[in-house]
């Protein structure tokens, strides 16, 4: 029995998950433990987070990008498009938006700079969460289109009052 390969738009969950995985180890995990290390300065840890989220933010870039290219040219379902292209604009917003006043802030507290209080972290932090948990919806939509496709390829109809609970 010959198997078919996988179709394209199976990409965005592969990418969807690994996206996850690093959202979690750096924003969740990594960022907050750094805070805790009573030997750290604060110039010290704003140094080493401008350069762990610049580099998380190229691996969200790698990951849109490939979510775009796999929903273009793949062509899966409306929700599955809708879900990827919200993430996509969270991601598009701490990027163009917040980055740079998120970078501007950390710069000038490395170079000893008083700064003024700003919401732009917390509006961050809102957002980080919020694209995790599209993240999420993404990833389980997903494993319902896999559903979908395993029974349209047995044969069988997602609706049929057999799978209909």
Not at 101 to 127: C, F
Request: contains cysteine.
């Amino acid at each position: 029995m010959k198997t078919k390969p996988l179709p394209l738009w199976s990409w965005i969950f592969i990418v969807t998950i690994l996206w996850i995985g690093f959202v979690l180890a750096i924003s969740f995990m990594e960022a907050p433990i750094k805070f805790q290390a009573p030997s750290l300065t604060l110039p010290v840890a704003l140094e080493i987070g401008y350069l762990v989220f610049h580099a998380l933010n190229f691996v969200e870039i790698t990951c849109a990008a490939l979510i775009i290219a796999a929903t273009y040219f793949g062509q899966p379902s409306r929700k599955t498009t809708l879900f990827a292209a919200g993430v996509v604009a969270l991601l598009i917003i701490q990027t163009l938006l917040l980055f740079t006043k998120l970078d501007a802030r950390t710069l000038a507290i490395i170079n000893g700079q008083e700064v003024s209080s700003a919401p732009y972290h917390i509006v961050y932090m809102g957002i980080e969460v919020i694209k995790l948990l599209g993240l999420v919806v993404l990833a389980f939509n997903q494993l319902h289109d896999f559903k979908s496709l395993a029974l349209k390829l047995s044969g069988q109809n997602l609706e049929s009052p057999r799978h209909a609970r």
